[in-house]
Nanobody, 124 residues
């Protein structure tokens, strides 16, 4: 299982980015695809996930601080899962990872498969 996250970059506060998670060797629909992030000097934290099959989405409790700024969607035809990030703030600066697991979990140690991560920097 190989995942690849992309779409990161430098963006000004208030800007938007769309991160992509793709896989070349398996179908994302068969796994729960999640997003984690790790800011400098901080623990890796779960952002949310989209479930296999029906595509239900789940977000971390602290998403309240996201105020609906982050959403996860799936494009089955392109075998891609997206993390849409709007109204970005400097505190969103982190490396963002996509993950795949047969179970829904927000515990990093329990995740089966990780992509390589993509850097998001929010700065003026």
């Amino acid at each position: 299982v190989q995942l690849q996250a992309s779409g990161g970059g430098l963006v000004q506060p208030g800007g938007s980015l769309r991160l992509s998670c793709t896989a070349s060797t398996f179908t994302l629909d068969y796994y729960n695809i999640g997003w984690f992030r790790q800011a400098p000097g901080k623990e890796r934290e779960w952002v949310g996930c989209i479930s296999k099959g029906f595509g239900n989405t789940y977000y971390a409790d602290y998403q309240d601080s996201f105020q609906g700024r982050f959403t996860i969607t799936r494009d089955a035809g392109n075998n891609t899962v997206y993390l849409h990030m709007n109204n970005l703030i400097p505190e969103d600066t982190a490396i963002y990872y996509c993950t795949a697991d047969l179970y829904i979990t927000e515990v990093a140690a329990e995740i089966d498969y990780w992509g390589q991560g993509t850097q998001v920097t929010v700065s003026s």
